[in-house]
């Protein structure tokens, strides 16, 4: 049963829109909100997270929304580039200290 | 730029054959984790080292699967006999603490695959 869902496996943008790419969870528990971006032949790179307590973070052109009722998430890139063109995956934690729990990931192909 | 070295990059190996992934975390972080990304999933918790000591390894099939951290620094993988189905990209990751919320910085992982 997956915990963390991004249902969507892909998604085109063109330059200078938006990009909004989202997140599901199912588990009450979560508190902690991340946001990875992976390039082919890299290993994932933090991008942004968000703690329970907050429905809003913000970093330059990336900003994540929460909302904790309807348990979903998602990650706003303002303008999009074509080097922000990666798989971009959700995790989740719980307070508790239980292990990362990652989603399947978003292809994001931004075209110029 | 302190990175997380992994070695090798790509290892194929015949199923049965014993396979060792190595990694060398950034200086000063305690904590070390080793990830399995099947193709078309996000990355898995194998296990968990806090300095020499296993935090977690609650997903990490020990029939086959051992990994160790002797001195808390560099870590091993191994894999004893590797299955078809262990074909996936092995991910290292390190962090400064263990709190899950300290941001884990990612190597470029090793990529297997079993014949």
């Known amino acids: 049963d997956q915990q963390v869902k991004q249902n969507s496996p892909s998604l085109s943008v063109q330059e200078g829109r938006i990009s909004i790419l989202n997140c599901d969870y199912t588990n009450s528990m979560f508190d902690y909100f991340l946001w990875y971006k992976k390039y082919p032949a890299e290993g994932p790179t933090f991008l942004i997270s968000?703690?329970?307590?907050?429905d809003k973070n913000e970093d330059g052109r990336f900003t994540v929304f929460l909302n904790k009722s309807a348990k979903h998430l998602s990650l706003h890139i303002v303008p999009s580039q074509p080097g922000d063109s990666a798989v971009y995956f959700c995790a989740a934690s719980a307070q508790a200290g239980t292990a990362l729990i990652f989603g399947k990931g978003t292809t994001l192909s931004v075209s110029s | 730029e302190a990175e997380v070295a992994q070695s090798p990059r790509y290892k194929i190996t015949e199923k049965s054959q014993a396979v060792a992934f190595w990694c060398d975390p950034i200086?000063?972080?305690?904590?070390l984790y080793w990830y399995r990304q099947i193709l078309g999933q996000g990355p898995e918790l194998l296990v968990q080292?806090?300095?020499?000591?296993?935090?977690?390894d609650s997903q990490l099939p020990k029939d086959r699967f051992s990994a160790e951290r002797l001195k808390g620094v560099d870590s091993t993988l191994k894999i004893q006999p590797a299955e078809l189905g262990d074909s996936a990209m092995y991910l290292c990751?390190?962090?400064?603490?263990?709190?899950?919320?300290?941001?884990?910085?990612f190597g470029p992982g090793t990529r297997l695959l079993v014949l």
């Open positions: 968000i703690s329970s307590i907050k």
């Open positions: 080292f806090q300095d020499e000591s296993v935090v977690d």
């Open positions: 200086s000063g972080h305690a904590t």
């Open positions: 990751a390190s962090s400064i603490g263990a709190d899950l919320r300290e941001t884990q910085y």
